[in-house]
């Protein structure tokens, strides 16, 4: 019986798994969420922006990971919304300005005037030197918006040269280009305030830049946009698939326990059979 | 339930791929592929767009200088025909200079100096413990002689924080894939299926 769970079938565990996914959707049993330090220094940064300030929002996303960057930029583009503050979206990976149209038409931003209160430059390619390229010069790299207008001809652009001129730059990114190609490139030269989102599995290499003040403050995963959501009182889908992520983590640490136990008791009857006495083999 | 094309696209192909944890069938295939490529064709949209906007724009707008990089781009090509692909080193030899010289200048301040100097700056036990970790694991590297004895004590003391360090990211690894799958069964059954 205890052998059996060494070969538990990985499609019944995989049904299991979406069966406790979708569980909580449905019926959201509201486990408690703490707020972590990064999640507030990042809400902290938008929060001391005056109204009419310039705030750069680089879409740096794609489909592939767009379930869990997607939360954290909407939860901050509704924060940037009830800031009153302007946002220039942009992108550095080829799938960012429209997943960035999505997202602004997702927050309401689409009810603001468009070139005036926000804008989509769309995309350029060439990775870290793009983003170099953009500090220096930003009309002038992103020398149209998505739709191929001159961005220059937006109100919203005047003033903007480079990224001295901006407040703060927020990149959702989970690859690179991503935040510390803006850390080596913007703010290495400007000294323009940064905040990042980027998935769980980045934490660990983009704190080192938070720990030296490079960056603002960092949303780590799914986890932070639920607590981002919360902070700014308005709980959507990140808070609702927090309960999801907690019961998967409690069936991964289960199977976990009830595989070595399968294992053991598979190590012990082997060694029984090898050794039906129970004596040593040693002379 | 949803009315939308898009959306009945979108949540049968969902479906078809997470068929592929209970086994390997066509339908997973055909969503696969259509996956790649769409996003390659997506890819090849984006970057002529990106080609059109920031160069030919500017070219016809009288920046004539703009024709460097379109000639240096269209020699890319040239390492197809084998006559001429010798051309293809210059554009390649050019791209590697200024991708070396604008990556150095940056890591050498973001990733060297100010990195160093936020670890060496101690002022409460979180900088003593990152001190003393980056340290050990810097340690673990150091091959030119065999740490023994004592000294053997920092190498070993390394490893294992780089063994803590791997284990919460492959935590937060798993965590992720856990939040790309309910993103898509917030999905299938919110805007797809419409009971949630």
Avoid at chain 1, 214 to 240: F, N
Avoid at chain 2, 21 to 35: F, S
Avoid at chain 2, 128 to 151: D, N, P
């Amino acid at each position: 019986m205890m052998r059996s769970l060494q070969s538990i079938p990985r499609s019944w565990l995989y049904v299991i798994l979406i069966v406790l996914l979708a569980w909580p959707l449905i019926k959201p049993i509201g486990i408690k969420l703490d707020i972590s330090d990064e999640t507030r220094r990042c809400y902290e940064a938008i929060e001391s922006l005056e109204p009419g300030s310039v705030v750069v929002f680089g879409f740096d996303y794609s489909a592939g990971n767009k379930a869990e960057m997607e939360p954290q930029a909407l939860a901050v583009l509704r924060h940037l919304l009830r800031r009153n503050v302007k946002v220039i979206g942009l992108a550095f990976v080829e799938q960012g300005p429209i997943l960035g149209e999505q997202a602004f038409q997702k927050t309401g931003w689409t009810e603001k005037q468009y070139g005036v209160d926000y804008i989509n430059l769309g995309y350029r390619a060439g990775g870290q030197g793009t983003v170099a390229a953009f500090a220096n010069d930003i009309p002038g790299t992103f020398n149209t918006d998505i739709s191929g207008k001159p961005s220059t001809s937006f109100p919203i652009m005047e003033g903007i040269k480079t990224a001295a001129d901006i407040d703060l730059i927020v990149t959702i990114a989970p690859g690179t280009p991503g935040p510390e190609d803006y850390v080596r490139q913007v703010f290495s030269s400007y000294q323009t305030p940064l905040v990042c989102g980027v998935p769980a599995v980045a934490i660990t290499q983009v704190a080192p830049y938070v720990q030296a003040k490079q960056i603002k403050g960092i949303l780590g995963g799914s986890p932070a946009a639920a607590q981002y959501e919360l902070l700014i009182e308005q709980p959507g889908d990140a808070v609702a698939a927090m309960d999801a992520q907690s019961l998967a983590h409690l069936l991964i640490v289960a199977v976990i326990i009830l595989r070595n136990i399968g294992y053991l008791a598979e190590k012990k009857a082997s060694n029984n059979t090898a050794n039906p006495s129970g004596r040593g083999t040693h002379s | 339930m949803s009315t939308s094309l898009g959306v009945w696209v979108a949540g049968l192909m969902t479906i078809a791929i997470v068929s592929l944890v209970w086994k390997e069938n066509p339908y997973y295939r055909v969503a696969e592929h259509l996956y790649v490529g769409v996003s390659a064709g997506h890819a090849v949209v984006m970057a002529f767009n990106n080609i059109r906007d920031s160069a030919v724009k500017p070219l016809m707008a009288g920046n004539y200088l703009w024709i460097v990089p379109i000639v240096l781009g269209v020699m890319l090509y040239a390492r197809y025909f084998k006559q001429i692909a010798w051309y293809s080193r210059f554009p390649v030899s050019v791209l590697v200079g200024i991708g070396m010289g604008v990556a150095t200048r940056g890591a050498i301040h973001g990733d060297f100096v100010q990195q160093i100097s936020a670890t060496i700056r101690v002022g409460s036990l979180n900088d003593v413990l990152l001190l003393l970790f980056t340290i050990a694991s810097l340690s673990y590297f150091f091959f030119s002689r065999e740490a023994k004895g004592a000294a053997g004590a920092i190498p070993r003391a390394g490893r294992c924080v780089l063994m803590i360090a791997f284990g919460a990211a492959f935590g937060t690894t798993v965590m992720g894939r856990m939040a790309l799958l309910i993103g898509r069964i917030q999905f299938v059954l919110g805007e797809f299926l419409g009971i949630m």
